[in-house]
């Protein structure tokens, strides 16, 4: 039986013979198939590679590694400027004052509970929290005070989690809230160890965002086995909350296949910059979540209520404390800096979106 192979004239397709050159009939099924296999074949050569940046392509030890060395360059300069939470504030957006900034991350972490519904009634409110990413411990510190609970909090850095555990005890909360350096895709946890799962500005560092990842082409779906938002669930207890605050791009429209080439190159300089794998969608957290059976998903855009803080951000940056704090860091906490204009291009453009996720693990 004579070879096949698929060529493209324009927007046709036709199967030729390898032993004769003379196109052959087929039908649709027929090249549907072909096309498929084409298809599958090219994903899983990069199933290893979790972001291309231009010509570069980075695997998961090589964003972890990069992950570790930013935050460990950056955070002293981030707490020197802004303190100990190292997150997005929430701002009201029919003010034109934004306010204190630090106050405003404060208002983050409770409207973001509030919107959860996250209990906090003394039989219910959750006693056993995990802050995945946690940075120096904002949050978990937060939280162990809040709910008067016990929480665990990792982080791929070391110099993180040192200085965290120090500004802990100094506060007097060693006894509260643990830190660890810790791969959030493989937690040093027990399955349903924690009433809350509390992932505040981190996923957009995950490269496994999906323990099954749904391709569709054609009517062909290509599943690839990845850990992030099943990691989360695993270590949730029945009936626990899953909280995600992240960075994602906009959905897709109807119509879309990807998002434009301009829109991917911006993302690529904002990866290549942050340490980040390749971005997903709102709706890729809600798919993946009803996907591996957690219930009561809901997910939220919260961009108007961010946008003063990427331009707060590089106005303290061009200050004297911060020129000099980013000198002493170094260069990956420059370009970190020099890529602040592009966060905000990117949520003027409405393709960066500050994202929320919860769901609940069934009893």
């Known amino acids: 039986m004579a ?9 046709c397709s036709s199967l030729v013979s390898s032993s004769s050159g003379r196109p052959l009939k087929i039908t649709l099924q027929q090249k549907r198939r072909v096309y498929l296999r084409s298809a599958k074949n090219q ?9 291309s940046v231009g010509a570069k392509e980075r695997t998961v030890p090589e964003l ?7 935050y460990n360059e950056s955070s002293g300069i981030w707490e020197e400027v802004w303190g100990e939470h190292m997150h997005h504030g ?5 003010s034109k004052d934004a306010g204190d900034h630090k106050e405003a991350q404060i208002r983050m972490i409770e409207e973001s509970l509030a919107w959860a519904g996250i209990p906090e009634d003394e039989e219910n409110k959750p006693r056993t929290v995990v802050d995945v990413g946690c940075g120096i411990g904002g949050s978990a510190r937060y939280l162990a005070r809040k709910y008067n609970a016990n929480v665990k909090a990792i982080t791929l850095s070391p110099i993180q989690a040192q200085r965290g555990t120090a500004i802990t005890a100094d ?21 349903g160890e924690f009433d809350l799962v509390w992932s505040m500005e981190s996923g957009e560092h995950m490269p496994d965002k999906r323990k099954v990842l749904f391709l569709n082409i054609g ?20 009936d626990g909350r899953i909280l995600i605050v992240t960075w994602c791009h906009r959905d897709l429209k109807p119509a879309e296949l990807s998002l434009s080439p301009e829109e991917l190159e911006l993302l690529d300089k904002i990866c290549d910059a942050y340490y980040l794998p390749a971005w997903c969608s709102p709706s890729d957290y809600v798919r993946i979540a009803e996907s591996i059976g957690l219930k009561d998903v809901k997910s939220a ?14 106005v303290s940056a061009l200050s004297l404390k911060g020129l000099f704090g980013l000198a002493k860091a170094g260069w990956t906490t420059i370009k970190g800096a020099l890529a602040m204009g592009l966060m905000v291009q990117g949520y003027q453009r409405g393709l960066i979106k500050f994202a929320l996720i919860t769901a609940r693990k069934a009893s």
């Open 3 to 11: 070879n096949l192979s698929l060529y493209s004239t324009g927007s």
């Open 43 to 51: 994903v899983e050569r990069r199933l290893s590679v979790v972001c």
């Open 64 to 70: 972890n590694e990069g992950i570790a060395n930013f």
């Open 90 to 94: 929430y701002y009201d957006p029919n």
């Open 171 to 191: 506060q007097g909360l060693s006894k509260s809230v643990n830190f660890q350096v810790a791969d959030a895709l493989k937690q040093p946890f027990s399955d």
């Open 219 to 238: 009517s062909a779906i290509i599943s690839r086995r990845i850990q992030f938002v099943q990691e989360l669930a695993r270590v949730a207890a029945p």
């Open 301 to 314: 855009d919260w961009s108007e209520y961010v946008t003063p803080f990427w331009p707060a951000v590089m």
